[in-house]
């Protein structure tokens, strides 16, 4: 692993959960670890609901727009979480795999997105006390 580790989040659209997790770890790790979301078929916005269930703690996930995942992206990260979609991802020797079984937020209201984006959190802060950055 890098002196700045890369985590990889994977979904099949990349709109929601794995925009998400991508959210939380930049708003918790800043600069320390490279942070990347992808999917497999990439939807065509990030879920207006994820959005708001995380502007709702401070944090925008409209910069990043939903991108396919390609094989350079993979394997170049050292981390690779997928989301628990039965998203198949290229498997490479060294690398860290975590599968995150999460609801999908697709189609859900506020109220059942609140649950997810907190579980999402809570994950991510313990991928980050597992990682080689200093922060927490």
Known sequence: MSARPSVLFVC???????????????????DTVEVRSAGSDPADRVNPVAVE????VGIDITAD????????????????????CGDVCPVFPGKRY?????DDPAGRD????????????AR?????????????
Do not use: C, F, Y
């Open 12 to 30: 099949v659209h990349n709109a929601g959960r794995s925009q998400m997790a991508a959210g939380w770890l930049r708003h918790l790790a800043g």
């Open 65 to 84: 727009p939903p991108r396919k995942l390609d094989w350079d992206t993979a394997e170049s990260s050292d981390v690779l979480v997928t989301m628990g």
């Open 53 to 56: 269930a995380m502007r709702e």
């Open 124 to 136: 991510v802060e313990q991928l980050l006390a597992e990682l080689p950055t200093g922060t927490r």
């Open 110 to 121: 506020l109220d059942a997105v609140r649950p997810i984006r907190d579980a999402i959190r």
């Open 98 to 102: 975590l599968d995150w079984q999460l």
